[in-house]
């Protein structure tokens, strides 16, 4: 009997432990459970959600190697829950859930943060297909406009007025003097006279300019855009500054390139031009390049006119010959700084007609490369309709658009740009429907499901390009 009670003592014992290890393992397999349902969950809104960005536009990866899900909040939220369904129902075993509830609570747009998103998509892209070497000279072109817009001080500070240029009416003069200078052709009169008469029908009188405009109410600026609500900051670096430049440089037209068939009936061609100048007419935009391609070339040209003292003494001598009768030193110096200004405008006229016909001009000047003398000035639009040769070295048409770029603000610069990539899917492949404000960039997703033992689980997530 003792040996019987023994027996059963040990049989209640090792029950009560089992009853104990029974428990944790059921604790234990629920919780199991309950975390194989949640990484189910994780998992299944990981795959949908790469699966709804893995519909970005194709068209737009080929033309300007951008990733985004062209979809409003609605379309992109059917797509994910179309793979949230395939991924949790459409399946078996014990993990099998059913969906209650999912929403994208907020979405990063193109157009957001003033196009931060599309800007750092831009210098990714630039990044894969660009040398260091390209860096480099780009930093360099941007010296180069540093050093103009120096140069061009030098020019304000030595501006004439007209008051500084007339004759006093009751100044006594000899008579026959006074008639042997209006037989002189003044070139400020010639010079302004050709700028009252407009530029850029005088640079481009042999070359077909496109007349294609746009509705400015209908660009990124001007319409009322969809708002993503995800919140995020961008650090930019200098050289991410550069690489958006030339992205811009590299995948948009200008007046030097052809446009393509798809843009000549309808949209602007010069798009590198309007992304500067931001005006509704590819005429205007052009216009305004020509614009700032002449105020930095005459403030360059200034400046070295002040150096070479031959010109500056031919220069003297039309003073002199023009007002020289009056006696008035100041009357003298200021025409003389005025015949300097026109003749550094003439100059800069060459040269613009150079690039725009596709050559290249020296940003230095010198005696060896200045091509228009003081004499031909008076003529200057007749020089103009023969050959003007340019500079074996020397920044092109598009190095100077390049630098323009970097006097645009890099709103400015990520919205007219964003315009223009509407234009083109709009145009090409035919998406009259097409918007940068309903391209999706980054999804933040709330998915609710029932796992098979009834409890509901939750989970957020997000993901981007």
């Not at 009670?5 to 049989?11: C, L």
């Not at 459970?33 to 990866?61: C, F, P, W």
Request: with cysteine; charged share 25%; proline share 1%.
């Amino acid at each position: 009997m003792k040996k019987g009670r023994k027996q059963g003592s040990i049989t209640v014992f090792l029950s009560m432990i089992l009853l104990i290890l029974l428990s944790v393992a059921v604790q234990v397999l629920g919780e199991t459970m309950h975390q194989a349902d949640r990484v189910k969950l994780v998992s299944s809104m990981n795959l949908s959600l790469q699966s709804t960005l893995s519909e970005y536009d194709l068209e737009l990866l080929e033309e300007y190697g951008l990733f985004f899900l062209s979809a409003t909040q609605e379309e992109a939220l059917t797509r994910l829950d179309y793979y949230l369904y395939r991924n949790l129902e459409n399946t078996g075993g014990m993990v099998q859930m059913k969906l209650e509830e999912d929403e994208i609570q907020s979405l990063e747009l193109a157009t957001d943060h003033k196009g931060m998103a599309y800007f750092r998509q831009a210098v990714e892209a630039e990044s894969l297909c660009i040398a260091k070497q390209a860096i480099q000279q780009a930093k360099e072109l941007l010296e180069n406009y540093k050093q103009g817009e120096d140069s061009h001080k030098t020019l304000d500070n030595n501006q004439i007025t007209k008051e500084q240029l007339q004759v006093p009416e009751d100044l006594e003069v000899d008579e026959e003097a006074k008639k042997q200078a209006e037989n002189v052709v003044n070139p400020v009169d010639v010079i302004t006279a050709i700028k009252e008469n407009g530029i850029l029908g005088l640079l481009t009188y042999d070359m077909t300019l496109s007349g294609n405009t746009i509705l400015l109410e209908n660009t990124l600026q001007k319409r009322k855009l969809k708002q993503g609500s995800y919140q995020r900051s961008y650090q930019n670096s200098a050289s991410d500054e550069i690489l958006f430049q030339l992205y811009l440089k590299d995948n948009f037209t200008n007046f030097r390139q052809d446009a393509g068939e798809y843009s000549k009936a309808q949209g602007l061609r010069y798009q590198q031009e309007y992304i500067i100048a931001g005006k509704e007419s590819d005429k205007k935009n052009l216009d305004k390049i020509v614009e700032k391609i002449l105020w930095i070339r005459e403030g360059v040209n200034f400046v070295y006119l002040l150096s070479d003292g031959t010109k500056v003494a031919e220069a003297d001598a039309l003073a002199m010959a023009l007002v020289g009768y009056t006696g008035l030193a100041p009357l003298i110096v200021a025409t003389k700084l005025a015949i300097l200004a026109v003749w550094a405008y003439g100059e800069s006229l060459l040269e613009a007609r150079v690039l725009l016909q596709g050559g290249r001009v020296e940003f230095i000047k010198s005696a060896e490369n200045w091509h228009l003398s003081l004499g031909q000035l008076a003529n200057v639009a007749e020089v103009l309709r023969g050959n003007v040769s340019g500079d074996k070295r020397g920044m092109s048409y598009e190095d100077y658009l390049f630098v323009f770029m970097n006097t645009t603000s890099k709103e400015d610069r990520c919205y007219r740009s964003m315009d223009m990539i509407e234009q083109q899917m709009q145009l090409r492949y035919n998406k009259n429907a097409f918007r940068m404000d309903n391209c999706v960039f980054y999804i933040k997703a709330m998915a609710s499901a029932e796992s098979r033992k009834g409890n509901t689980i939750t989970v957020i997530k997000g993901m981007g390009y």
